[in-house]
């Protein structure tokens, strides 16, 4: 089975992140991943609250039936969405990995429904690394 957990995509959303001293504070996303958030939870997943994660992206974790998955995006340009599988040991090793699987599909088709993203393209850690493994997350002003 090939996972693919990192989507790499565009966005219409204004830039919300909140700059101080030229430098960002509050990076942007926070539109994207509210419009993220929303999708799943319609779909019957209990998301939590997302939140700032370091200087660069928004998270959260999400539980369904099929466990428990945390989400994280990050605008390395292109936007990036890295979903990771948070379950027990026990369960990845004797659960196997379609419930994951199933999840990314979801994540996908989610992504697919919110107009103003595009250009969504899906792939596994090491096709991410090798296209993307020389791109740093950068301030605007870089």
Same mark, same amino acid.
């Given at each position: 089975?090939? &996972?693919?957990?990192?989507?790499?995509?565009?966005?219409?959303?204004?830039?919300?992140?909140?700059?101080?001293?030229?430098?960002?504070?509050?990076?942007?996303?926070?539109?994207?991943? @509210?419009?993220?958030?929303?999708?799943?939870?319609?779909?019957?997943?209990?998301?939590?609250?997302?939140?700032?994660?370091?200087?660069?992206?928004?998270?959260?974790?999400?539980?369904?039936?099929?466990?428990?998955?945390?989400? &994280?995006?990050?605008?390395?340009?292109?936007?990036? &969405?890295?979903?990771?599988?948070? @379950?027990?040991?026990?369960?990845?090793?004797?659960?196997?990995?379609?419930?994951?699987?199933?999840?990314?599909?979801?994540? #996908?088709?989610? &992504?697919?429904?919110?107009?103003?993203?595009?250009?969504?393209?899906?792939?596994?850690?090491?096709?991410?690394?090798?296209?993307?493994?020389? #791109?740093?997350?950068?301030?605007?002003?870089?």
């Amino acid at each position: 089975m090939r &996972l693919t957990p990192f989507a790499t995509f565009k966005s219409d959303f204004p830039d919300d992140s909140i700059e101080d001293g030229g430098d960002i504070v509050v990076p942007s996303g926070q539109n994207i991943m @509210r419009a993220i958030c929303g999708c799943l939870g319609t779909r019957g997943y209990h998301v939590s609250n997302f939140e700032q994660h370091s200087f660069y992206g928004w998270s959260f974790d999400l539980r369904g039936t099929e466990g428990s998955f945390w989400l &994280l995006i990050q605008h390395p340009d292109p936007w990036l &969405l890295t979903v990771h599988d948070s @379950r027990m040991i026990w369960s990845r090793v004797f659960g196997g990995q379609a419930d994951f699987a199933a999840l990314i599909e979801e994540c #996908r088709a989610r &992504l697919a429904s919110i107009p103003q993203i595009s250009a969504v393209s899906w792939m596994s850690r090491k096709e991410y690394e090798a296209e993307f493994h020389h #791109r740093k997350p950068q301030s605007k002003n870089a």
